[in-house]
């Protein structure tokens, strides 16, 4: 397993826009696919998006399909997630997972070895 840090939750307000980062303690065969899930209170976690180190093999939710964009700095061990137009459903912990290349498709937790501890994100309206 690898180790995962995010950062860069936090209160915004309908509309705005914030930038989580998702640092990993290295990059190897186990967590060639990250990917970000968020859980809000009394509800299962959910699938937000995922991205190969290599750049390729992007999916979104349908949900924040044109709002969110997931994306990496292979020199930082980095993948971000950049979330314009919040709103008040996007409200939840956020989490950094990670897995192998052969879980590139799958958007369910089950498949995902390696997680963070999660940053909160809370949108007011």
């Known amino acids: 397993q690898v180790q995962l840090v995010e950062s860069g939750g936090g209160l915004a307000q309908a509309g705005d826009s914030l930038r989580l980062s998702c640092t990993a303690s290295a990059r190897t065969g186990v967590n060639d696919v990250m990917a970000w899930f968020r859980q809000a209170p009394g509800k299962e976690r959910e699938f937000v998006a995922s991205i190969r180190w290599s750049g390729d093999t992007i999916y979104y939710a349908d949900s924040v399909k044109g709002r969110f964009t997931i994306s990496r700095d292979t020199a930082k061990n980095t993948v971000y997630l950049q979330m314009n137009s919040l709103n008040s459903e996007d409200t939840a912990v956020y989490f950094c997972?990670?897995?192998?290349?052969?879980?590139?498709?799958?958007?369910?937790?089950?498949?995902?070895?390696?997680w963070g501890q999660g940053t909160q994100v809370t949108v007011s309206s």
């Open positions: 997972a990670a897995t192998s290349r052969y879980y590139s498709r799958s958007t369910l937790p089950s498949s995902f070895r390696s």
